[in-house]
């Protein structure tokens, strides 16, 4: 079983920069696609970023494209999420998560099975 831990998240000003890393036990992320997804009070968990197993293909939703990042490290065992520009609607608790959607479902929390605890980002005005 994989186990995730997300660490990174801050209170952070309008515009700053912060990091976001996922790391695993227990597998490597090359048999996985990973996932951010982030929950706002309130609100559902909604789809963040994405980067696929194979090829390391990165996908987006369109609130964060253009501001973040995601990417892995050459041996695999952790995720990074770079995120700039920080808006005050970025606050949120980011979890990552990994599993094997195919690619049409790869914006759906259901298709991924592992899941961090989650860490808080909040960004003030």
């Known amino acids: 079983q994989v186990q995730l831990v997300e660490s990174g998240g801050e209170s952070v000003q309008a515009g700053a920069s912060l990091r976001l890393s996922c790391s695993a036990s227990?597998?490597?992320?090359?048999?996985?696609?990973v996932a951010w997804f982030r929950q706002a009070p309130g609100k559902e968990r909604e789809f963040v970023s994405a980067?696929?197993?194979?090829?390391?293909?990165?996908y987006y939703d369109d609130s964060v494209k253009g501001r973040f990042t995601v990417s892995r490290d050459g041996a695999k065992k952790t995720i990074y999420l770079q995120m700039n520009n920080l808006r005050p609607e970025d606050t949120a608790v980011y979890y990552c998560?990994?599993?094997?959607?195919?690619?049409?479902?790869?914006?759906?929390?259901?298709?991924?099975?592992?899941w961090g605890q989650g860490t808080q980002v909040t960004v003030s005005s």
């Open positions: 227990g597998g490597t992320f090359s048999d996985y696609t």
């Open positions: 980067i696929r197993r194979s090829g390391g293909n990165t």
């Open positions: 998560a990994v599993g094997r959607p195919v690619l049409s479902a790869i914006r759906q929390a259901p298709m991924y099975y592992y």
